[in-house]
């Protein structure tokens, strides 16, 4: 199990089959930044074009196509002190009615938030609003990252699929462990995308966007096939389902669920499905881009009820 200081120097908009950044073996860990979802670094400085550049991607030693690589996020801060934000509700989270309502401008109307990472808190400095200056507590999470599509896909960063992708599911924080099925030889794990705190469903198009300092840590599962990505945290199972429209993306996930209680908890099928019925917890995703998330949750103490 080794460590590795990684520096990029260059990023995708896309996550596919490109040649790998760096060699990484079961185990090890990976400390690296992420530039923010408009190409900026840690210096506030334009970079690379935007659209949720990528770090990556990492080859997985070993890992082959059936195998699940799990990720660790060991941990996830931003490294720079400006963070911004969409300012208007995006039109497909509102009634058609009101979007005329919104205001519509030609350059993308922002909020920005200064940080205080010493506090762990984003405070709203501009435009002046009602709300002053609103402050919020720091929730780091990344938005955007997964794993390379089989049949030589690069899939665009805008959007999502069973490889992970732009899910902006604000439980894909510190602490938690991402479980995604390997498609091609290597994994190639791409990271990006840091939101200083989000609100569910991202729905005025950005989180905080902020650039990151990001550490994780990687383990095989060799054999271990999954359909769709899965995490866990200290207090749930996680499952993700990423489709539109939304009904698509809650059946993916509720139906990776039922296969992880019986694969994994020993259920029957009567039985992972009434403890579902009666115990199951959804959050909202990504639902402002081409594909919608939802995550299905299950608590770790109904399952140790279970032994």
Not at 95 to 124: F, K, M, N, Q, S
Not at 132 to 148: D, E, N, Y
Not at 155 to 163: F, K, L, V, Y
């Amino acid at each position: 199990m080794a460590t590795h200081h990684f520096t990029p120097e260059r990023y995708y908009t896309a996550i596919g089959t490109y040649e790998p950044v760096l060699r990484i073996a079961d185990g090890d860990t990976v400390i690296t930044t992420t530039v923010d979802a408009g190409g900026a670094d840690a210096t506030n400085t334009s970079v690379t074009p935007g659209g949720n550049p990528q770090t990556g991607p990492f080859y997985v030693e070993g890992a082959e196509p059936g195998d699940t690589l799990a990720v660790h996020f060991d941990r996830l801060w931003p490294n720079r002190t400006y963070g911004f934000t969409g300012l208007y509700l995006a039109p497909n989270v509102v009634d058609p009615w009101y979007v005329t309502e919104i205001p519509h401008t030609e350059e993308w109307p922002r909020a920005e938030w200064e940080l205080d990472l010493e506090r762990g808190t984003a405070t709203l400095v501009s435009p002046e609003t009602k709300l002053g200056k609103f402050t919020l507590p720091l929730r780091p999470m990344l938005g955007c990252f997964g794993v390379a599509p089989g049949r030589g896909q690069a899939i665009s960063t805008a959007t999502s699929g069973p490889h992970g992708g732009n899910m902006d599911y604000k439980g894909f924080e510190q602490g938690t462990t991402v479980y995604f099925p390997v498609a091609v030889e290597g994994a190639l794990l791409f990271v990006g995308d840091g939101h200083a705190v989000q609100g569910d469903g991202e729905i005025v198009g950005t989180g905080i966007e902020v650039s990151f300092d990001v550490q994780f840590t990687v383990s095989l599962r060799k054999g271990r096939r999954i359909h769709w990505p899965r995490a866990e945290n200290a207090t749930h199972i996680i499952t993700v389902g990423n489709a539109r429209p939304l009904d698509q993306a809650l059946q993916h996930a509720t139906t990776e669920m039922s296969r992880w209680l019986m694969t994994d908890y020993g259920l029957d099928m009567a039985g992972a499905h009434t403890l579902l019925g009666q115990c199951i917890e959804y959050e909202i995703g990504n639902v402002f881009d081409p594909a919608y998330t939802v995550a299905c949750k299950v608590k770790k103490s109904l399952l140790d009820i279970l032994g």
